[in-house]
Every structure is written in C-alpha cells, then in structure tokens.
C-alpha cells in the first residue's frame, strides 16, 4: 500500500495492535510476531507522536480498501494485511489457528493471486514459521 492512501472514514484501527506485533520493525529493533515494547495492549503505540517513519507510513489494507468485507477486520481475521507494489503481503497472528486457510479467507487469497499474477504479482503468507506464496 501506498503511504499516499488515506483512512477510510468508516473503519478504525478500535482495540486492534497487531502492526504493534506482527511485523519486523529494524528501526524498534522488534522482530516480528513479538510485541513492539511501546505497544500498550489494546490502546497502541506509547511512542505515536515519534514513532518511526515506517510505523508513521504504513496502513493496513482493512484500513484502506473498503473492498474488504468484516470478515477481514483484523480484530475478526487475526490477519493484517497489506500491499508492496504487485505484492500482497499477509502477517496471521501465530497465536490463532490457521485461519488464512479456510473460507472465506483462503478464496479471497487465492482470488488476489490470481488477480495480480498476470502483472508479475503474488501474494504471501507469513504465519508461525511458514512462508506461503499464493
């Protein structure tokens, strides 16, 4: 996704910290599926006025693309997903079961890939230790 993407007024982030998780943040020293130490559980980031530009530019895709039904809330899903140019990128909570391959997930992954192969595209899963290209 493009840092030039904007919120869309209907959605909010509510309880959900998963970019606080999930993601590998080098400028934090945070690994990822550990939380961030400036995550306070269920509010955000501590640290927002100042936080990293990565942190500053990213939105996830629930935020931005009201494509996306409710099933996808990341609060719902425990996924939080996100686009880098002509890949789809896919962060799932390791501490839910495999949720990204049943319905109505796995449809709509597979339907993503499809969509964006013809240019190049793909899209990714990362959950516990697997890596899955779509």
Known sequence: MSSALAPLESRSCKACTLCCRLPDIDDLDKPADEWCRHCIAEKGCSIYADRPKL??????????????GDEWDPLKSHMMVYGQGQQITVL????????????????QLESWAANTAPAGGYVIVFWRDEVVKI
Do not use: N
């Open 55 to 68: 942190c500053r530019d990213f939105l996830c895709r629930w935020m931005t693309d009201e494509g996306l």
């Open 92 to 107: 799932a909570d390791p501490d839910h079961p495999d949720l990204w391959r049943h319905h109505p997930y796995i449809s």
